[in-house]
């Protein structure tokens, strides 16, 4: 029989803890029936019931009923704690499977030894029912803001009490660069995740991602919080700055001014969470290019070129706006290309109206060898906005019809050059790829693909040592669609063993 005392102390513990009354009765009972097993030199299983009222308990030895087909080598049979069907049926003939046969046993005395034992299932008991209800009430909040007292910090990380037996740890590499806190500062950062299985603390926090720049946006934006603003993208170099897109659908609200608030007050209060990150707040735009000329604010957008093939943006702008443009070590167009998804390449008015004309120049080239036609006409085609073989044989004819001083023979004629070029160029693509294949070392060189080096080879390109002997315009001939920036990665890369020749060559 348990005593009173034994009985306070049940809802005491259950009180201290904040754990379930039924925890800490369980852990009493599972210590009560290990006491009761260590007494016993077989391996029988027992189960201790406590009238919690009175005090008084029963033990009771158990039996299981197993499937014979389960008993193996990893699952051995125990005699002294389970049943074969066969065995149960003459206990008691409605027992089956998983079923548990119950005989009275001895009790032992509630004594120091029992004490021990309870004591460490308890404690065990309470920490497995604080890490639960971590879990139930942290698990829901992953994704967003929580806050909480720093407790600890080390080099490698800093520990925040969350209150209710929660502690979340905040890696290093989760903290803001130059980023420091003391114990007993107050600490606010994004629930990254919530690990069940941890040992120590096991909920993640992070204050570097854009997801906590757009948290805090909800809270400092009551239109965000009521959806009447959106948040389409954001991007960050933590501590450093940051951007963010926004729209609504509501034409009397400024998003951005919103977001901003009355003398920046808003995008101030963001900032000062994130210790000092500027804060670029631009507005969504659904038209690619114009996302991208007000991603590249402050910097003013001259002109923009879209590549949808490469997904890629040539911007020009100013020369004495290249260097805002670019950003301290690329950082502005650095984010304005993770705002945006975009590759974006940035150049001055004069350059870009060079690489047009250079490119205008190819294309005119490649249609005079392509369709056999003059340099006139070859223009005629790039200022209209064809630049491939392809399009000239399969645009729809009202198109090339349409076209100054283009009739219907001209177009049909120019059609059918073109797909005679497509045709023979395949040809010749296959003939030459049944006869060259790309050695070892352009295969294993670095950057290279399978597909790209048997494009080269069919070229003639068949080594590293070929690929280091070409320009980039022969090797952009050979590969159409590789852009200038890949062409000159692969060739140096290719002639980078002279270099390391010419260093070995060189006298001390």
């Known amino acids: 029989m348990l005593t009173k005392d034994i009985l306070a102390a049940v809802d005491s513990v259950s009180n201290e803890k904040g754990v379930p009354k039924e925890v800490v009765c369980d852990a009493i009972e599972i210590a009560l029936a290990t006491a009761t097993k260590k007494r016993r030199r077989d391996d029988a299983e027992f189960r201790v019931s406590i009238d919690w009222e009175t005090g008084d308990y029963e033990t009771f030895r158990t039996w299981l009923v197993v499937d014979p087909a389960e008993i193996d080598e990893e699952f051995p049979f125990n005699p002294d704690a389970q049943l074969t069907p066969d065995e149960a049926k003459e206990k008691d003939p409605n027992l089956g499977i998983g079923d548990v046969w119950e005989e009275p046993a001895e009790s032992v005395a509630f004594g120091r030894i029992v004490a021990q034992t309870a004591r460490q299932v308890i404690l065990q008991k309470v920490r497995e029912a604080e890490r639960e209800q971590v879990i139930r009430e942290y698990l829901p909040k992953v994704g967003q803001l929580v806050s909480g007292i720093v407790k600890k910090t080390s080099r490698d990380s800093v520990i925040a009490d969350l209150g209710n037996n929660a502690e979340a740890i905040l890696l290093r590499e989760h903290l803001i660069p130059r980023e420091t806190f003391r114990i007993g500062d107050r600490l606010r950062a ?163 109206t060079q690489k047009q004309q250079d490119e205008a120049q190819q294309y005119v080239a490649n249609f005079m060898t392509a369709l056999s036609v003059d340099e006139d006409v070859a223009a005629v085609l790039v200022e209209e906005g064809f630049t491939t073989v392809e399009e000239v044989a399969y645009v729809p004819i009202e198109e090339l019809s349409a076209i100054d001083g283009f009739d219907e023979e001209i177009v049909n004629e120019l059609r059918n050059r073109a797909k005679d070029s497509m045709l023979t160029r395949a040809i010749a693509s296959e003939e030459q790829r049944d006869g060259q294949e790309p050695q070892e070392d352009l295969l294993a060189m670095q950057g290279m693909t399978g597909e790209l080096a048997r494009t080269m080879a069919a070229g003639g390109v068949t080594s590293m040592e070929s690929l280091a002997e070409l320009a980039i315009p022969e090797l952009i001939e050979i590969v159409e669609d590789l852009d200038e920036d890949k062409a000159a990665e692969l060739i140096m890369t290719a002639r980078a063993p002279w270099f390391e020749e010419a260093e070995v060559g060189e006298p001390d």
């Open 190 to 352: 994004f629930l990254l995740e919530v690990l069940p299985d941890a040992r120590g603390p096991q909920i993640i926090l992070t204050r570097t991602i854009p997801a906590m720049l757009v948290e805090l946006f909800k809270l400092e934006v009551p239109e965000i919080a009521e959806d009447v603003i959106e948040i389409r993208g954001s991007a960050r170099d933590p501590g450093s700055r940051a951007k963010i897109a926004v729209t609504t659908n509501d034409g009397r609200i400024d998003a951005v001014g919103a977001c901003v608030g009355m003398r920046g007050s808003r995008v101030q209060a963001v900032s000062g969470e994130l210790a000092g990150e500027r804060v670029d707040v631009v507005l969504w735009d659904d038209n690619p290019a114009q996302l991208v000329i007000n991603a590249m604010s402050p910097a003013e957008v001259a002109s923009i070129v879209v590549d949808e093939d490469a997904h890629s943006m040539d911007i020009a702008v100013a020369e004495d706006n290249l260097a805002q443009a670019i950003g301290r070590g690329g950082q502005n167009v650095r984010l304005a290309s993770e705002l945006t998804g975009w590759k974006l390449n940035i150049m001055t008015e004069d350059e870009a």
